[in-house]
């Protein structure tokens, strides 16, 4: 498993943070945007995710976590701008691996997203692991309102979810009734992640909503919408 670490990154709505990439193949195989609507796939973020696919750019999992340990303490920064969490053999998430990360940067303030079905027992017992241990926020990714509310209800991690681009700014609930706040940087031209920090929280009670976005915003739109 390939990834880079970049120390400060020059993504406007990230802020200037750390944030990694991890190889395409860490993705899950059934994530419903791989192809169609991620927006990892287009403009200069997917350059940077094809070198470090081809492992052209970056390093092996173990010295990544070596340079997360190397972290200053209390270090705000995104795991996984691109990719997911580490894949084992048999195309769930790699618990080892996961482990590996948890122990490196239980004295930082991280936080990441993961595709992988948390509705997998071996998948939603890692989840679960790596939220119990401090430094690392492990968000479920929800492609639909329906599947926010049946990922919130799990436990196991906080959620965000898809929104369609022209989602309103303010009042999206999901059908349970689960508050949904607009990722801050989407609508806020002064705010970023480096401020913000509501990913980070494993605990919240919203959902954080991430407009469909990018060249492919069209694509996601149509994941939120569908039943």
């Not at 599947?147 to 059908?175: C, F, K, M, W």
């Not at 980070?200 to 996601?220: D, E, I, Q, T």
């Amino acid at each position: 498993m390939f990834v880079a670490l970049t120390m400060v990154s020059g993504n406007r709505k990230v802020g200037p943070i750390p944030v990694s990439t991890t190889e395409k193949k860490s993705c899950p195989p059934d994530c419903l945007l791989m192809g169609d609507g991620c927006y990892a796939a287009y403009g200069p973020l997917a350059i940077n995710w094809k070198k470090v696919s081809e492992r052209a750019r970056g390093m092996a999992w173990t010295a990544f976590c070596v340079m997360v340990a190397a972290l200053p303490k209390f270090q705000l920064w995104r795991h996984n701008q691109a990719g997911d969490l580490p894949q084992d053999d048999n195309g769930r998430i790699d618990g080892e691996k996961c482990r590996e990360l948890s122990k490196a940067s239980r004295h930082t303030r991280g936080w990441t997203y993961t595709h992988y079905s948390p509705l997998d027992p071996h998948n939603a017992a890692i989840i679960r692991e790596m939220n119990s241990v401090p430094g690392m926020t492990v968000n479920l990714s929800a492609n639909t309102l329906a599947q926010a509310d049946e990922y919130y209800s799990l436990g196991i991690a906080p959620v965000v979810v898809i929104l369609p681009e022209d989602a309103p700014h303010r009042g999206n609930v999901t059908p349970g009734g689960l508050p949904i706040v607009v990722c801050p940087a989407q609508t806020q031209d002064d705010m970023s992640c480096h401020i913000c920090e509501l990913c980070r929280h494993c605990h919240r009670k919203s959902v954080v909503g991430f407009l469909a976005h990018g060249a492919g915003k069209k694509k996601a739109t149509r994941h939120a919408l569908a039943e």
